[in-house]
């Protein structure tokens, strides 16, 4: 069985990170978020791993190479058009249709058990089978319907007196191993961006256009009397959407290894500067007496002696002069030779 990486994505709200790479080329925890996706999939034995590129396609492909350091072998396949979630599958059908395959988003980090999951989806006969995760504390996450284990629609976002304030992204072990959580009506369900789909769905997808799987396909399919399976797991799950999540979240996993700093390859950290809950990536620079505290540095940074920098993304200035930023971007500014994102 091969498996698919949707990795197409401008990653507009993380910007500036994604000014020089694509979302799921960012750095996770001394590896690209993909190649984590990549070795996630291969400890489940899907070996040949299907990767779309649009946006900055050369930078996942300097990330992974050929994919043997994270345990699978590549095959990559561009997009001129961003084609969306279903028609990346549509650009990729002569490297998928001849099996049951497996499609995951490339930035979400996960435990979520994919034997189980397939399981679901030999066991229920259906024609694809979405991995699902209780949604207990009613963040932003569309709503998926479900009736006797079969999926049946999607819904919008739950209503603003049930979502958390925080409108969070973390899905965690203990929100959802309560049985009475995953049987309780009342709690929404949630798509996990992992599905396993059977060749047929390939009828149902148009060709050579921009199509979206939970609008343009699956509705259709359910229409049509065809078994969408709804595979409602547990575990840990992320999606590393915004820069605050990639922090959160990233600051979060190294606590659980009992460590609070990720230094990148190249990177020089004076003894005497104070760095604490910081993610520095490659070839970063931070002189005596500075102080950083819950940063993420970008390639290259440079914090000079006496810098004070807290709760914020740092790039190279000159990475992003004179680019005009996404409307989803957060605000920044230039500081010296960097440019500063606060966040909020």
């Not at 984590?36 to 400890?43: D, K, M, P």
């Not at 932003?140 to 319907?145: A, C």
């Not at 819904?155 to 009475?180: C, L, Q």
């Not at 921009?210 to 992320?238: C, L, N």
């Amino acid at each position: 069985m091969r498996a698919m990486i949707l990795a197409a994505g401008y990653g507009t709200r993380l910007w500036p990170l994604t000014e020089d790479r694509t979302k799921p080329a960012i750095p996770f925890l001394g590896r690209p978020l993909v190649g984590y996706v990549a070795e996630y999939l291969a400890r489940y034995g899907f070996k040949e791993v299907v990767v779309n590129l649009h946006h900055r396609p050369e930078s996942v492909r300097e990330a992974l190479g050929d994919g043997s350091r994270f345990g699978v072998r590549l095959f990559y396949v561009e997009e001129k058009e961003i084609l969306g979630t279903s028609g990346a599958l549509d650009n990729a059908r002569h490297l998928l249709e001849d099996d049951t395959f497996i499609v995951v988003n490339g930035k979400i980090v996960t435990d979520i058990n994919l034997e189980e999951a397939l399981a679901t989806h030999r066991r229920t006969g259906a024609l694809a089978t979405l991995v699902l995760l209780p949604n207990p504390k009613r963040e932003r996450f569309s709503i998926v319907h479900t009736e006797d284990g079969l999926v049946t629609g999607f819904g919008g976002m739950p209503t603003p007196h049930e979502a958390s304030d925080n409108a969070g992204d973390v899905i965690d072990e203990k929100d959802v191993t309560d049985k009475n959580v995953t049987e309780d009506a009342d709690v929404p369900l949630m798509f996990t961006g992992i599905q396993l789909l059977e060749p047929r769905i390939f009828s149902y997808i148009p060709r050579g256009v921009f199509s979206h799987s939970t609008t343009d396909v699956y509705p259709q399919a359910i229409k049509q009397g065809e078994r969408i399976a709804a595979h409602v797991a547990r575990g840990m799950w992320h999606e590393l959407s915004t820069i605050e999540r990639y922090l959160e979240i990233s600051l979060a996993l190294m606590a659980e290894e009992g460590r609070d700093c990720e230094i990148g390859e190249g990177s020089v950290v004076s003894a005497d500067s104070q760095v604490s809950e910081a993610i520095l990536w490659e070839n970063v620079r931070v002189d005596e007496g500075a102080r950083l505290r819950r940063v993420i540095l970008g390639d290259g940074v440079h914090v000079k002696a006496g810098e004070v920098f807290e709760n914020a993304a740092l790039v190279r200035a000159e990475l992003v002069a004179g680019v005009e930023p996404p409307e989803k971007a957060l605000p920044g500014e230039v500081r010296g030779t960097n440019f500063v994102v606060p966040l909020p």
